[in-house]
T-cell receptor, first 111, second 112 residues
Framework: AQSVTQPDIHITVSEGASLELRCNYS??????LFWYVQSPGQGLQLLLK??????LVQGIKGFEAEFKRSQSSFNLRKPSVHWSDAAEYFC?????????FGAGTRLAVHP | KAGVTQTPRYLIKTRGQQVTLSCSPI?????VSWYQQTPGQGLQFLFE???????NKGNFPGRFSGRQFSNSRSEMNVSTLELGDSALYLC???????????FGPGTRLLVL
């Protein structure tokens, strides 16, 4: 079955600290992978995507993610977190315009 | 380029009523997908339309339906509303198959 697992429901980091959000997926074919961010009461904003090619992808706002096929993972990273990064982050897998989302990781940032 | 727009942004309905939500995709995008977001079930795929044809459908009852017009604008309809239909309904558009989906701000539906 196709699924996405985000093991961490909540994460709290201090401003300026590094961040890694975990994502594991189960998908029959070569996956298209995405990270989206959602601020309270808002829609989803695309941070980055992986379709093929270089397994380290760069996104907006200083985020990057690495696709590891052997581990079925697509973890999101940021070297230095800003207070404005506090939001909910969703990993998604899919194709043909049907996305399967993880449950999300809520990020809190301490000053 | 304008983003995906959804109307209305907020709705309050009572059980048994029906509701229609509207989505205008990014100009040039031909695919529109709908998702339901609830605290309990998270983000779930409802259906996807491309060139006025439904191509994919999620695991939702027949009370949930949609359509797409020739200008790619889409509507979704929920009939005989239930309390559990209270959710944020998100629309996403993309240019074609296997393309990035861009999301609108959503319509928040409250069923009383």
């Amino acid at each position: 079955a196709q699924s996405v697992t985000q093991p961490d429901i909540h994460i709290t980091v201090s401003e300026g600290a590094s961040l890694e959000l975990r994502c594991n997926y189960s998908y029959g074919a070569t996956p298209y992978l995405f990270w989206y961010v959602q601020s309270p009461g808002q829609g989803l904003q695309l941070l980055l995507k992986y379709f093929s090619g270089d397994t380290l992808v760069q996104g907006i706002k200083g985020f990057e993610a690495e696709f590891k096929r052997s581990q079925s993972s697509f973890n999101l990273r940021k070297p230095s977190v800003h207070w404005s990064d506090a939001a909910e982050y969703f990993c998604a897998v899919g194709g043909y315009n049907k996305l399967i989302f993880g449950a999300g990781t809520r990020l809190a940032v301490h000053p | 380029k304008a983003g995906v727009t959804q109307t209305p942004r907020y709705l309050i309905k009572t059980r048994g009523q029906q509701v229609t939500l509207s989505c205008s995709p990014i100009s040039g995008h031909r695919s529109v997908s709908w998702y339901q977001q609830t605290p309990g079930q998270g983000l779930q795929f409802l259906f996807e339309y491309f060139s006025e044809t439904q191509r994919n459908k999620g695991n939702f009852p027949g009370r949930f339906s949609g359509r797409q017009f020739s200008n790619s604008r889409s509507e979704m309809n929920v009939s005989t509303l239930e309390l559990g239909d209270s959710a944020l309904y998100l629309c996403a558009s993309s240019f074609g198959e296997a393309e990035t989906q861009y999301f609108g701000p959503g319509t928040r539906l409250l069923v009383l």
